[in-house]
């Protein structure tokens, strides 16, 4: 049995996977995709938030947590999607889609969230790769050729705000935001022009492309994130009312004992790599504290 079983290999789980091992336990790491780094893979673009890491992009920094982890000779699991979570005596048993099992005496995770879909909003069934419908943010939407085409955003955040800017700037020409409300930060909301936002809810028709009967060359789903949690077996873990898990702000633990979430999964209030690096921190040290507490 080792020591902490850690779902998730984005900047909060290989942060906790890391310190775990630097403090003398021995943690192991599983990814459900074929490389480290979480959503920082899908960030192209200089990350100008991160104060340690100045102009790298996401997917530098995914190679940096990739060299941390080889480093502190972690043992990384990839393509290795967990399919279940049992709380057992003692500990918790790891079951992944491989039929792969894996028992630990604490659980740590750092699952992260996925955008939300069409669906998950308009009731539609939207297939993954039909044609003009580009769902979050990242480098699908940063390959998109904008030049001469309409586009509707769908959502009232910063992602919704900051890529209807960067079709503007990449040629589109029409760009147009549907948003229930506006939640963008005021520096992004401010430079789109204020006649190109519509209040209210949207009618979209994904087949036919439309947004309130109006027809548009591509469409922007940005309407957040949507938390990514493991099915779980003899334990059930609090969330809010979004779907997120609940934990200690001093120590990251759900309301389960022996179970911490870190990072995006949890809702941080300023989700970025910054602020998911230091969860890992969090639960590593509580981890810490209740091995060291046990074996006095």
Known sequence: MTDALIVGAGPAGVSCAVWLARLGFEPVLFEAGPQVGGLCLTNPYPDIWNAVAPRATGIE????????LDDAGVPLHLSSRVTGLVKENGGFL??????????????????????????DTCGQVVAED?????????????AQDFRGKTVAVLGGGDNAFENALYAMEHGARE????????RAQRQFARKFPVDRIAHGPAEVDAGRRTVNGRPYDLILVLYGWEPCVPPCSGFALARDARGFLRTEMQTAQTSEPGVYAIGEVAQRQHPCAVTALADGVTAAKAIQARIEAGSA
């Open 61 to 68: 920094v995914a190679h940096r947590l990739a060299q941390s």
């Open 175 to 182: 760009v147009r935001v549907h948003a229930r409300t506006i």
């Open 130 to 142: 039909m044609p003009g419908i580009l769902v979050g943010p990242g480098a699908h939407v940063a």
């Open 94 to 119: 790891l079951q992944t889609e491989r039929g792969a099992t894996a028992r630990g005496r604490f659980l740590v995770l750092a699952t992260g969230v996925r955008a939300r879909r069409l669906e």
